[in-house]
């Protein structure tokens, strides 16, 4: 069956983040909200159905987790990334964020240096921050609007001492699904230098043919057991208010260690709702997927020709993820500026560029999961902005 990706929902007065904190975020109720990574669409109806009839049951008492839905994840994994795991090597947690403030505190030290790709999203920073790790940067490079590893840099970096590389793949913002060869390049430095991997793949679902999504785990035997690789169904899906992902460890010792960290930290069990959901999306949810990934290309098309040709204001074309990377360099504007122009003059509400690290300075991040209208809505509002500037200079 055709999902309807088309209709508009309201979302107001659900406690939407990106649709009720609009006027405390963005000084005004009229932005159109286009940031925080949620979608406006509705999950999978087979996903809905499990969760209406899991709640008619009427009692919600303490879940567990079992082979059955680790049989289920294998098959996912499997299906969709080409990975053969163990169902011994699954745990489930809340989230990926939490997931790696556990691994961060389990295989690293306080002052131990943890590596990043900037610009990236935000946590990362915050990790490294509150566990009072050092923080080290690979800063991607921007070539011909796209962006590349400078794998020169991340060896120097690395020979410095690095204890944990926190990857981000796909990666948000800029996009990029990092290839085979990248990844191989990084496994190479990794071993060359002992790096722990924590690989966050969050996004791994949405990523644009032909390019295709690699769990960097799956492409080396030795860097499996080193390597800590994050997945949910939750941007997948659209199930992040549902708190559920799960994390693959093959190495026995460091799934203990792990595992004896969410313990520490009081992280026991997984939400009931958040466990139907995984389930019934990834047992019946891939038509779906394949129809969302086709509607939300159309989008990212979309934006790509109304913005083409412009000198303001630039697309960085995403090979996953529904997020564009806009460049705003052009203007000539101080960050500020822009931020200001796009909130109270366009009035869009992006993600702060500078919010992914100071490289992310002169950038906004767009997105675009919503109906095309939408998309439509906010494009035209940013170029009647742009131009009215024009005309008035
Ligand atoms: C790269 C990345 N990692 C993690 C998350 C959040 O994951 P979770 O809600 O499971 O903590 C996001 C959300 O946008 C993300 O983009």
């Known amino acids: 069956m055709e999902h309807d990706f088309q209709q508009l929902i309201n979302r107001q007065d659900t406690r939407s983040v990106k649709w009720d904190l609009v006027e405390t975020l963005y000084g005004s109720k009229d932005v159109l909200p286009m940031w925080v990574a949620d979608m406006d669409?509705?999950?999978?109806?087979?996903?809905?159905?499990?969760?209406?009839?899991?709640?008619?049951?009427?009692?919600?008492?303490?879940?567990?987790?079992?082979?059955?839905?680790?049989?289920?994840?294998?098959?996912?994994?499997?299906?969709?990334?080409?990975?053969?795991?163990?169902?011994?090597?699954?745990?489930?947690?809340p989230g990926?964020?939490?997931t790696i403030h556990m691994a961060i505190q389990s295989f690293t030290n306080k002052g131990d240096k943890v590596l990043i790709q900037t610009p990236v999203y935000p946590p990362?920073?915050?990790?490294?921050?509150?566990?009072?790790?050092?923080?080290?940067?690979?800063?991607?490079?921007?070539?011909?609007?796209?962006?590349?590893?400078?794998?020169?840099?991340?060896?120097?970096?690395?020979?410095?001492?690095?204890?944990?590389?926190?990857l981000c793949n796909p990666h948000n913002p800029v996009g990029r699904v990092w290839t085979k060869e990248e990844l191989q390049h990084i496994i190479t430095l990794c071993k060359k230098y002992e790096v722990l991997i924590i690989s966050d793949e969050i996004h791994a679902d949405i990523v644009y043919k032909p390019h295709q999504h690699i769990p960097i785990a799956s492409l080396d035997e030795e860097i499996q057991p080193n390597t800590i690789t994050c997945m949910s169904p939750t941007k997948t899906f659209n199930l992040a208010g549902l708190q559920v992902s799960y994390v693959i460890v093959s190495d026995k010792k460091m799934r203990d260690t792990l595992k004896e960290m969410f313990h520490k930290q009081g992280m026991h069990m997984i939400n009931t709702m958040g466990?139907?959901?995984?389930?019934?999306?990834?047992?019946?949810?891939?038509?779906?997927?394949?129809?969302?990934?086709?509607?939300?290309?159309?989008?990212?098309?979309?934006?790509?020709?109304?913005?083409?040709?412009?000198?303001d204001v630039k697309v960085i074309q995403p090979e996953g993820t529904y997020l564009i990377w806009l460049d705003f360099r052009g203007l000539g504007w101080s960050h500020q500026k822009v931020k200001s122009f796009l909130q109270e003059k366009a009035k869009v509400g992006l993600n702060d560029g500078a919010s992914f690290g100071e490289d992310g300075e002169g950038f906004m991040r767009l997105n675009i999961a919503c109906p095309t209208q939408r998309v439509e809505e906010g494009i035209h509002r940013i170029i009647q902005a742009l131009d009215k500037i024009k005309e008035e200079e």
């Open 96 to 98: 990926v964020i939490s």
């Open 275 to 311: 466990i139907t959901a995984l389930e019934a999306s990834y047992t019946s949810g891939k038509t779906w997927l394949n129809q969302l990934t086709e509607y939300l290309r159309i989008n990212i098309q979309y934006v790509l020709e109304a913005l083409q040709n412009r000198n």
């Open 124 to 166: 990362f920073y915050d990790i490294i921050k509150k566990h009072e790790r050092t923080l080290v940067t690979n800063p991607l490079q921007l070539n011909d609007q796209k962006y590349e590893i400078d794998f020169e840099d991340l060896e120097e970096k690395l020979k410095q001492g690095v204890k944990a590389f926190i």
């Open 41 to 93: 669409f509705q999950v999978p109806k087979a996903v809905s159905n499990a969760l209406s009839e899991r709640a008619l049951h009427g009692i919600f008492g303490y879940t567990y987790t079992d082979k059955q839905l680790n049989e289920i994840v294998v098959d996912w994994v499997k299906e969709q990334h080409h990975w053969t795991l163990s169902k011994a090597w699954i745990l489930y947690s």
